[in-house]
């Protein structure tokens, strides 16, 4: 969001709108920073967290397991992880949190080769000759050689695909038709031909900026980085500085759980992600100055005087499908922390102009198709890793997007922290179980206009099982047998396309202007990343602006 939020007055009141994560860590920092102020968070669920969803179940044991139904993961060397894990430290759940070290089977990633045959991302000497015997790796090293020779772009031209600059740069489009795609479809759920360059590969993009090729900048970064480390040693970065500032934090103690935590690719939470958004809502019930409510805003205006924002709400109680009464609420503030597309339909009827931007935002939507094998681990051993991704070169008629191996993360989950009692769970001490996640669909459902297609669920599941079988060598009986988990997350992810920081930038002025710093935006749709660590550092740093 823009800097221009200015400081709330005494006593105000604040409208939160998306219990997700970034409207519970909005709440929470501000909740604390402010105990004057009056915080109402909405969110239609009485489950917290949106998209983060951990469903707690039963296997045909009627044994309990866990089914990541969104994130499983996020990564260790982020501010807003920093600022989670310190959190969460401090609300005594650091026992909750579980690392994955770079030599562990689960930092190992895989992509699928023309041939459909798993390939790893080289991590060592001998995975960078197979890598380089592959046709996936076909024009990365003559394109890397001659990268620094080529012209660079016109800089009126102000974005581009991801695609178009890594064919320009590289000379052929198999980089990005194979090793980026397969990368961005698992983060982005859409294509490098639609992804802006501007938004996705920032630092590519602006390497051949200044330094006119991006083998120049990298050079000149490798050359400053041994004196920038020596200089930043012990520096924090600028929001975990803040963080540490606005809540009176032992510098040290934060240094030293940055430094720890970025020797992690990646965290998560025993018995799921949702740990995280629970305890951030058991946290802020107990904060005197907020309040939640199960409810689903539908609208949000200004005051006949505009001195406030209105926002209509409809009671849920807590399940969405059964809304009742319309009520109305006045605050100094509204933070939205929801998605662009949800933002337009709460001011259609009265900001066109911001809903017309709003609108040009498209998203796409992902299909998640669990499977749980109790008793057997299919995934074969030379395969066990983070999970497979599938670029665009590979023909791939079942929409698969890629697959995660839930169960090799489990398996290979460490403790933060290290304490003497036992700390596995049933379902972890079973090492023979399998549990795996197929993300399917994103911009694969798109026709040519953009219009989506998504098959039911029974389609949905036999592609993922011929995808497997083909893939993994899956038997057909194995695939059978097991128990599946088909979740739809509609329109889940905003598509960045060309020219996205510009729009958005263009409608975080409009809001500021139009509403007078009464409204700011967070989430997804407005964050730096789309990634969880992202929208919780935004929501820090917007969050001090109105202390
Ligand atoms: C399939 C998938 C996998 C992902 N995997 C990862 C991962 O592994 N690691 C990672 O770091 N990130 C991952 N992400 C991204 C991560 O999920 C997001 O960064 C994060 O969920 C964004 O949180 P949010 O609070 O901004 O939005 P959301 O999670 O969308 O939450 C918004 C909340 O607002 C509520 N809401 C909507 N409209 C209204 C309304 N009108 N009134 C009141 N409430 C409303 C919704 O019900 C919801 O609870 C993934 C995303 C998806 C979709």
């Not at 740069?169 to 294509?191: E, K, P, Q, T, V």
């Not at 934060?254 to 305890?279: E, V």
Request: glycine share 8%; proline share 5%.
């Amino acid at each position: 969001m823009l800097s221009q939020l200015i400081k709330l007055p005494t006593n105000a009141k604040v409208g939160v709108v998306g219990g997700g994560i970034s409207g519970l860590t909005f709440t929470y920092f501000l909740g604390k920073l402010r105990p004057d102020v009056e915080i109402t968070l909405f969110n239609p669920e009485s489950r917290p967290g949106g998209w983060i969803n951990s469903w707690d179940t039963h296997d045909k044991n009627n044994q309990p397991v866990m089914i990541e139904r969104g994130p499983r993961t996020f990564r260790g060397v982020s501010d807003g992880t920093v600022m989670i894990m310190d959190s969460m430290l401090e609300m005594n759940k650091g026992d909750l949190i579980r690392s994955i070290s770079k030599d562990s089977n689960a930092d190992k990633k895989f992509i699928v080769d023309p041939k459909n045959k798993l390939v790893q991302v080289p991590n060592s000497f001998p995975t960078l000759m197979k890598f380089f015997f592959n046709p996936l790796s076909k024009g990365l090293f003559s394109g890397m050689i001659t990268e620094w020779t080529r012209k660079p772009i016109d800089p009126q031209i102000k974005d581009e695909s991801v695609l178009s600059l890594l064919t320009r740069r590289y000379g052929s489009s198999a980089i990005g038709r194979n090793l980026f795609s397969a990368l961005y479809r698992g983060i982005y759920a859409d294509d490098v031909g639609n992804l802006s360059a501007q938004k996705v590969v920032g630092k590519l993009y602006y390497d051949e900026r200044k330094y006119g090729s991006i083998t120049k900048g990298s050079i000149s970064r490798w050359r400053n980085k041994s004196k920038k480390e020596d200089e930043n040693k012990d520096k924090l970065s600028e929001s975990v500085a803040l963080y540490t500032r606005v809540f009176n934090k032992d510098e040290n103690k934060i240094r030293a759980l940055s430094k720890r935590l970025a020797q992690f690719p990646m965290l998560g939470l025993k018995g799921g992600l949702s740990q995280f958004p629970n305890a951030f809502k058991e946290a802020i019930v107990k904060l005197p100055n907020v309040s939640l409510l199960t409810d689903n805003v539908t609208s949000m205006n200004q005051s006949v005087k505009k001195d406030k924002m209105v926002l209509e709400y409809m009671t849920t109680n807590g399940n969405k499908s059964s809304s009742s009464k319309n009520s109305i609420k006045e605050f100094d503030h509204v933070r939205l922390a929801i998605a662009p597309n949800k933002i337009s339909k709460l001011i259609s009827r009265t900001n066109p102009k911001i809903k017309e931007k709003l609108d040009m935002i498209n998203t796409n939507t992902v299909t998640l198709v669990n499977l749980f094998i109790p008793d057997k681990d299919i995934i074969p051993q030379k395969n066990n890793g983070f999970g497979y991704l599938i670029p665009e070169s590979n023909n791939n008629p079942e929409k698969v997007l890629g697959v995660i191996f839930d169960s090799v993360i489990e398996k290979s989950f460490k403790p933060f922290i290290e304490t003497k009692s036992p700390t596995t769970t049933l379902q972890s001490q079973a090492q023979n179980y399998t549990k795996l996640t197929a993300m399917v669909g994103g911009s694969l459902y798109n026709d040519a206009n953009g219009k989506q297609h998504i098959p039911n669920e029974e389609q949905t599941i036999e592609n993922v099982k011929s995808a497997l079988q083909k893939h993994l060598g899956t038997s057909r009986e194995d695939l059978d047998a097991g128990q599946w988990v088909y979740t739809v997350a509609k329109d889940c992810l905003p598509q960045f396309k060309i020219g996205y920081n510009d729009l958005t930038k263009s409608i975080e002025e409009d809001v500021i202007n139009d509403y007078s710093s009464k409204v700011s935006l967070g989430g997804m749709g407005f964050s730096k990343g789309p990634g969880i660590p992202d929208v919780v550092a935004d929501a820090l740093i917007d969050a001090t602006k109105l202390q």
